[in-house]
């Protein structure tokens, strides 16, 4: 079946340590996103990538950084530099970007806590 | 970026519709409403979408208000597997096609 898949399902990280969250679709779209989730919060955009070799910022990019070398593969990685990393994270791809009536479709995340 | 207004939580029976109403009253022409919803550790889970006309699908049914400002999303026979957070987003037409997530509203389904 086609999906996305995230790993790991849970995450810790040490104080100065950077640590990559992985994500792979097989649905051969050509957008997809990462989002940050607090408790009790909607989600949040911190990259988004339109098609392979290219990526841009969202409303939350600072402290995180992404590459996208695959069509099918989009990491995350949470720098040192992002002071409060508890969250849940979301990756979620699309057919195409900017196209209003495309649904995103969504891994099942990954926990990230602090040691 | 347009936003929607959810109550933040709904109770229903089991079997019985659902109504989870939503307003979006600064949406612009082009906005697409597309509603998710997501259970507990979870990513979210696409259930519908519209524009301007009333939708089904299997999942749900999508009422859009003839003005466009206001949305409702109806199971017509919730079961306790409908149980969870209920998001109404605008999709963001423009630039990024970004979901612009509000709190949502919790939906409990009663035995």
């Known amino acids: 079946d086609g999906g996305i898949t995230q790993s790991p399902k849970y995450l810790f990280r040490k104080e100065g340590q950077n640590v990559t969250l992985s994500c792979e679709q097989n649905?051969?779209?050509?957008?997809m996103y990462w989002y940050r989730q607090d408790p009790g919060q909607g989600l949040r955009l911190i990259y988004y990538?339109?098609?392979?070799?290219d990526f841009q910022k969202g409303d939350i990019a600072e402290g995180y950084s992404v590459s996208r070398e695959k069509k099918e593969s989009f990491p995350l990685t949470v720098t040192s530099a992002q002071k409060n990393p508890t969250a849940f994270y979301l990756c979620?791809?699309?057919?195409?970007w900017g196209i209003g009536n495309q649904p995103q479709h969504f891994g099942d995340g990954t926990r990230l806590s602090i040691l | 970026d347009a936003k929607t207004t959810q109550p933040n939580s709904m109770e229903s029976n089991e079997e019985e519709p659902v109504h989870l109403p939503c307003n979006h009253s600064?949406?612009?022409?082009?906005?697409?409403i597309h509603w998710y919803r997501q259970l507990p550790s979870q990513g979210p889970e696409y259930v519908i979408h519209?524009?301007?006309s009333n939708v089904n699908n299997r999942m749900a049914s999508l009422a859009i208000a003839e003005d466009r400002k206001s949305s409702t999303l109806i199971l017509h026979r919730a079961t306790l597997r409908d149980a969870a957070v209920y998001y109404c987003?605008?999709?963001?037409?423009?630039?990024?096609?970004?979901?612009?997530f509000g709190q949502g509203t919790t939906l409990q389904v009663k035995p």
């Open positions: 979620a791809s699309s057919i195409t």
């Open positions: 600064t949406i612009s022409g082009t906005d697409y």
């Open positions: 519209g524009l301007t």
């Open positions: 987003i605008l999709r963001d037409s423009g630039n990024t096609g970004k979901l612009i």
């Open positions: 649905l051969n779209h050509d957008a």
């Open positions: 990538s339109q098609i392979v070799n």
